[in-house]
Structure formats: C-alpha cells, structure tokens
C-alpha cells in the first residue's frame, strides 16, 4: 500500500476534504435534503487493544501489526462500519494484517494460522458493505486479515481467446491499467471499483457494469485457482464452456472467502468499446419506465447501461425531477439502439440522444457516492443501500412493500428512493437508497431495526437478500432462510472437509454470525 | 408410455423400417462410405435374468417389472448401449421400473429403495450416452430405474416473467406443445430433443439450439425442485440473478442423479422467433470457418445457429464437399446478420443466403441421425460420437491432435470428422463423428480404446471430456483426473451428507465406475 487507506470510510487519507471544505460542502447538502447539520463531527481518535498473538518471526515481512493497518483491516464500508470506525470502534481489529506477495507467503501464513488457531478473514478492498471482511475470531485464539494487494498482476494475456491470468488481490484501475496496455478491458466496473478486487467479486458474486448479459463476475471467469487452508490448490481447467458435473468455479462463487483463499482468475476480457451510443430517458412514471426496460430486455436487446432511476432518487442527486432511463449501447449492441428508444417511447419516454444532461448528472453522482457518505456521517445523516433482485410480476409489489416497510420506520423523517440496477429477460434488481437524519452517536441502534424491517419486506415479496453485495454476517438470518436447506447441509459438509477447524471467515455464510 | 419404446437404439417399435427398406437404407449406405454391408442383422431376442428383489405391493401400480420395461430402461443411447442391447446384452437390467405420476409417489419409491437398499438411477429419456442411466447396483441389493416421464406437464406460466414451471419428465415435444398454447417455447432443441427431458437437461447440463448466448440448460433456469433420497425437498426461490452465496442451483446442475432427483424447475421462455434471417457460408479451409465464428463472437454477435461442419462431414452427410458454415439469426439478433456475413467474408466465406441448400440437408442430417445409427448397427458400421470444449488458441492444436489419435487407432479404415457445434467468445466446442467398419459382435472391444486414445487426447489439448454429454460412468477416468481435487473431496462430503447410502447413482460421478 503505498498510499495509506483513511482508517474508516472511503478512499485514502491523501485526498480528504480540509475542515472548511468539510462545512460547506455540509452545509450545502443540509439545505438540499432538509436535515444534517453543518456542524461537522471529526473522526475520533485510534485506540485498539493490543493483539492478542505474537508474530512469528519467520513472517515479520509479510505481517504487520501496525495500529493503522489493523484499523483499516478491521472492518468493511457499510454504513455501520464507517460509523463505527468513526467513532473509534473496532470490535473485530485483527491481530494482525498479513500482506503475502506470492501464493507461497500467502501458504505460509494459512499455515500460521492453522497451527496458532487463528481466524483468516481473506481482504481484496474491504469493499464489503454486510460484514464479510471483519477479522472475527469466533471461538478461535485470534484474527489474521489476509489482504491480498500485493497480488495485482496481469500475468498472461490470450489476446486470441480474449482472455487474461489475473492476480486476485488486483483492484478494478491496476487491472484495468495493465490491461489497457494490450488494447483490452475487463469492462466490470461496480460502483466500489476504485478499491474492490477480483478475487473480492469473485468471492461475492459482484455484479458491474453491464446492466443486461454478463452482469455478474461468474459470467466472466474461465477458471478459479484457490488455495485452501490446508494448503492444497484449488484450480479448474481454462474453458469456455463444460458440461462435466457441477461447475467448479460456481462453487467457489460466492463462497465468500470461507472454502478456499481465491489467488488468481482467468477472465474474459474484450477490445475496448469503440462505439457507443446512450440516452437519457424520462417517463410519465416508475412503472411506465419498468415496462420499457421489461420489453427492451425481453425483445433481446442488450444494452450496456440500463438504470432507471426514480423521480425521488433523480431529484436527490441533482439529475432532474423525473424517472429516468440512462441508457447505453457498445459496440455490436448499438444495432439495438432505435429499437430500444422505440420501446421507451411506447411506454410514454421522452428521449434525448446523448451522454449528456440527467445521465451524466446521475454517473458522476454514482461514482461520487462512496465519498459523500463520509460527509454524511461527519454531518449526521443516516445514509445506507441495500438491493435485491426479483421477477417481473413480482416488482411491482416488491418495490412497494419494501419502500413502504422502510418509510414506516423511518417514522416521518427522510426518505427510500430505488433505482434498478440489473435487467434480465425474467427480472430486475432494485436498488434502494435510505437519507434519514442520523441520531448522532446512536447511529447502529438506529440502522438495525430499519434494515430488519427491510430485510423481512425483501423476502417476504419474493426478492433475494442480495444482489450483489453478498451475505456476509448482516444477510445471514435472511440467507439461511432463502437457501434450500438440503443445499445448506451439503454445503456444511463440504466446508468441514475443506476447513475442518472452522478457519476462514466465520460467520460468513456458516457458524455464528 | 403411450407408444412402445423400442427395447434397443432409437425410437419406438411403431416407427421401425421393414426388412426390405432396411436392406436397401444398408446397400446406399454401404455404397456412399464405402464400408458396411448390405447383410442387415436383426436384434437378438430379450432374454433377463429375474429380478432380484420383489415389488411391494403399495408399488405396484407405480413401478413395474416387466421384461419390456426392464431392457429398455437398462441403458441409455451410446453406441455401446446399442449394440449390447442390439445382441441381447443387458448386463445392468433394473429390478424395477418405477413410473411414478407425482412427487409423493416418487417420494413413495424412494423410501422403498432406501429400505431395502436398492440403487436408484433416475430415468428421463434413456438418451444418455455416456452410462448415466445404466441401473448400476454397485454394492446395493439391487437397483430401481426411476422413470420420471408421467411427470411432463407444464404446471404455470407467468407471461410477464416469461417464465415456466415445468416437470421434470416432460420430453422437448410434449414440453413445446404445452408452451406453444401460450405462444412461447423453451427453444432448447439438443439432439436428442424428441426424447429427452427437461430433468435429464438440468442433471447433464445439456447444451441446446443456441450455438451462441444461453446454449446450456443452466442459462435457462430460474429455480429448481429436487428431492432427496431421504425426502428432503431442495427448492431454489424463482430469481432472474441472485449473489446470496454459491447457486443451489449450480449444484444440482450437472450433479447427474447423484445427490438428489429434480422434480420440476421454472424456466425462462420467450416467444416464439417472428424474424430469421440465415446463410449456408462456404469457407477454403476449416481453419477460415474457424477465425470466422471466432470474428463473429468476438463481435458481440449472436447468432442462434453457429454450426461450422466440416468438408469431410458435409460430404458423409450430402451436405455438399466444402467446409460449411450453417449461421442464423432470430428477432433482435437479426440486426447483426450483415455484420456477420462480412466477417465470413474477410476469411473468403461464400455466402448463400436462405435456409436451403447445403444447410437444409444438414439440419435435415442432424435429426436423422439418432435413426440412421440403428441402421449402422444393424449393417456393421461403427458410428459414434464425442465432444469437447477449448479456448480458441488451443482449438486448432486440438482438432488435430484428437483427430490424429482417432485416426490412429481406427487403422486405415474409417473416418473421423469433425463440426463446432457451440461458439464462445474465448472458445468453441468441436464435435467428432467416428465411422468405421464394425467388426460385428466385437463392437464394444472395437470401440474401447478408440475412445480411450480420444479421451486422453482431448484431455493433454486442454479441453473438457465432455462439453454436453455429462460424465455418467463413461467419462469418469478423465472427468477424475480434470475436476480440482479440493473440490471433489468437497463434493464427496456433500454426497455423503444428503445420500449417506450411496443410493443414487452408483458410479455416476463418484464411486467404482
């Protein structure tokens, strides 16, 4: 790391707004929402219990037990953990942050923890907005976050099978940036992409850029190498399709770190786009605007980019006062673009050709989000997303109920918007915002109850309890009741044999959460 | 069963050729391949041995042990299959048939099996033809061949979702019939479409008609229902995309029978295609055809047809003497077919456009085929096929390669010729058709290790042993050697757990094969 991470919320410490800025930029945001204050709180101080292991000696380079790499490797990028961290909590600080540099250190380590009984709680970007990269020891002796940035290398490029050997610890821009050298792009970018990294959405199951095809990290990846804890390599032949047994590759996607350690990936990769085509779309309603997304994916066209943002959400980040369509084709998809516009114009769009206007509003709003939510929290606004996926007959009443359980208790103050992230021929996923006016300083206790009522709404209408942001320990109640529980004890028993001592993250998907 | 289903190769009684066209089939065919004769055998009469066990009377009007159901459910279609059961040869003949007509009855025979031991082979069209459906007894008292095919009706539709709940026992026709009443249709056409089912589609992750885009069963579903041999009901919630931990459904896909029977699954239907547009291409060299289909995925196009045939199989199938190409495109794909055409073009592609010509007797070849093998057996030719998948920069490696090895083994007589039958953006999948003359009665000892030199060969080329044939008993040498040992052993605990008496399946992905 050779920039250092702020040790709560996002982004580094190198590019934090200074005091004034901080207060302006409160003050401002204060008068569009209608509540927070400008009177900005600062970040409390790092105190941390001392770790509770000794460092072998034989792992001095590749461990640290820093106060500030413990810091930041004790918690994920919900807004519970940037409250949290803000105000000086670390309940789960590792007791040490081990930072291998080649699968042998990261071998070495596992092999640390086996003996010492140490929790490992594999880290890509610490990304994770449901608890999945907490070091939580459970009944074990201690925590070990195993952050693997070191590993950020393209190591082979079939440019003629358009595929690249990928080093899991590579965030989304040093991927990118390696790849770009050879003409070629990964094209996943989830909103985390500045710090997230391809073993953490393989992990998860993260879903990027595209809004229709290849939405979801599992759609992308030719092959997995992993090591388990007993130090045995986990790897699947690089094909493009195969229909010998159960994939291998599903399995470790998704599995969210607690089977295996995932060190390096084949991926699909592709040109960079050279034409595109995009529209900003607004609709008479939300509805009107489902519709058209509905028949624009069901007639088999496939954009790129197809969000549809709700009045309320569009109005909040300064992108207009109508629902509205950001739309975008590439390459081979922009044959599809009259029939698209077509669509929406059935459904009442009023179209605008062109990245501009609402569209380029909402993106730069979207990627600005990650650091507007430290404001938030300095500023007192209660500030959260959660998403879910669903089928067409079934969102509607959906978006409803669950937009209904959140505003019933949030009590009278702020709002839930929703956007849809995700179209598929059979579904969406919604996407929902909550700004409440924070209780400062009792943040978490008034968050839990909210995202409860949230949770129980998602199942109950039908939805999953995740998209895209995974399980972790915040959806498990929800999990393991949505997960087939034959599954589940098949599952079990496959995790006992990989990691009989219960090592990797527990409570992730399995044990205590 | 309303028809008769023949008790060897393909079909049913009723639709069976006379003597006399039998002959005359024989001496053209004789005459086109040079090999063969026109002196047809007639299959060797049923003679089983008697059952081991006995049925219980609550079973007996759900299962059968007549000797008619008893052969024709003792193996599946490979050419082995045939040819054992063409010469009276049925070493695995089921104790019982059970034919159950819900999910209680099946739940019914299950605990009878459980109780007395018996292996369970689930059953959908008897069209595997890698031995997945051989009732193997393995160390059982003997073994039940649980026909699912009273269960075949499509239970809802949601047209919104373009979704269907669907029984697992519902062969492609019955399945299309009850669909096309709502004006929609799976359009999952596999070779074997007139027999198989959607169950058997799930288990083997069958791959379809799309040549392109969702050509695996596993693309088309949204949920699964399964139940395991102690009763338990494993059921997936209906979802277009979900990041909730590992798919259950990946699970059960390609799980072939061995960890739990699947009883019904939604999928995702469409309507059926209002435009097409197709070509016939001919290219100087397979290796042109090959960087076009290449070209043309790589483009983001989607064809629905993408078959490459090459000229030594367009020639055994009349389909003309060059290497052919068999390209359509349907509804909003229709918008690349020009883009298409021109990347056949840049690699000398003579374009034809239309259905006719050398695609028609192609296509017409395609479904024949499961017949005209009958016929070969009967006039001592040896007919089989096999497939595989890899990247594009090992396919021209592995085309040779494979072919080397089969035409090594087969001597001087004979052919093997090759087509790809699915494309992929960084890969292909080829598909062998092996002729040769037959030593009659010695067809198995024949045919052995032919398909042990091409099995090792596909295996060093990088490919899969199987890309949508599954792995039955027939494929197990090499599908051990591919999978990823952690995750065997992972999946050996998971089979244990849900099937601690090893009932389903026997030597079917796990086991003595």
């Known amino acids: ?8 919320g996002w982004g580094h410490e190198d590019e934090q707004p200074s005091a004034g800025e901080l207060r302006e930029a409160a003050a401002g945001l204060a008068a569009h929402l209608g509540f927070g204050s400008a009177d900005v709180e600062a970040p409390a101080p790092v105190a941390l219990d001392p770790p ?67 929790a490992v709680t594999p880290y890509g970007g610490g990304t994770s907005v449901v608890g999945g990269v907490d070091p939580v020891r459970g009944s074990l002796e201690g925590a070990v976050s195993v952050d693997l940035s070191r590993l950020d290398r393209v190591l082979e490029v079939d440019g003629v099978s358009r595929a690249a050997l990928i080093e899991a610890g590579a965030a989304g821009p040093r991927l990118e940036e390696q790849l770009s050298e050879r003409g070629l792009t990964l094209r996943f970018f989830p909103q ?42 986990w790897e ?12 291998p590759d599903r399995m470790l996607l998704g599995s969210e770190g607690t089977l295996a350690v995932v060190t390096r990936a ?19 309603s939300f509805a009107a605007g489902c519709d058209a997304v509905r028949e624009i994916v069901q007639s088999g066209l496939a954009p790129a980019n197809c969000r549809l943002v709700s ?77 879910t996926a669903v089928t067409w007959d079934r969102l509607p009443g959906l978006v409803e109920s669950v937009s209904g359980a959140v505003e019933e208790a949030l009590g009278r103050a702020g709002s839930v918007t929703c956007r849809l992230t995700h179209a598929y021929p059979d579904g969406a996923a919604p996407y929902f915002t909550v700004l409440a006016p924070a209780e400062r300083g009792e943040e978490e206790a008034q968050w839990g109850p909210i995202k409860a ?8 209408a039908g939805g999953t309890i995740t998209h895209h942001h995974a399980v972790g320990r915040d959806h498990r109640r929800w999990y393991d009741a949505q997960r087939p529980e034959p599954f ?7 995790k006992a044999t990989l990691d009989p001592d219960g090592l990797l993250n527990p409570g992730v998907l399995w044990g205590e959460a």
């Open 1 to 8: 790391m050779s920039r250092r991470r702020k040790h709560w």
């Open 52 to 118: 509770r292991v000794e460092l072998p000696a034989s792992l001095r380079g590749v461990a640290t037990q820093d106060d500030h790499a413990r810091a930041v490797h004790a918690h994920g990028s919900s807004y519970g953990d940037v409250v949290r961290a803000f105000r000086g909590r670390f309940p789960h600080a590792p007791d040490a942050v081990a930072l291998p540099g080649s699968e042998d250190e990261l071998l070495r380590v596992l092999a640390w923890c086996a003996d010492a009984r140490l």
């Open 192 to 233: 985390s992409f500045e710090l997230s990294t391809l073993g953490g959405w393989i992990a998860t199951r993260a879903a990027g850029h595209f809004a229709t095809g290849p939405t979801h990290i599992d759609d992308l990846v030719e092959s997995v190498r992993a090591v388990t804890v007993g130090g045995d390599v």
């Open 236 to 247: 699947s032949r690089r094909l493009p399709g195969s229909g010998a047994g159960p994939s």
């Open 266 to 284: 084949w991926v699909r990769v592709r040109p960079r786009p050279r034409e595109r085509r995009s529209a900003s779309v607004t609709f008479p």
């Open 311 to 387: 009045a309320r959400e569009a109005a909040l980040t300064f992108a207009g006062d109508a629902d509205l369509l950001v739309l975008g084709f590439e390459d081979a998809g922009v044959a599809g673009f009259d029939a698209a516009v077509s669509c929406c114009e059935a459904y009442g769009g009023q179209v605008s050709e062109g990245g501009g206007g609402g569209s380029a509003a909402w993106r730069d709003a979207f990627l600005r989000a990650p650091y507007l939510r430290d404001t938030f929290v300095a500023m007192g606004v209660l500030s959260e997303t959660f998403e």
């Open 453 to 460: 009522d949230a949770g129980d709404a998602v199942l109950a």
């Open 488 to 494: 589940a004890a098949a599952w079990r028993a496959a």
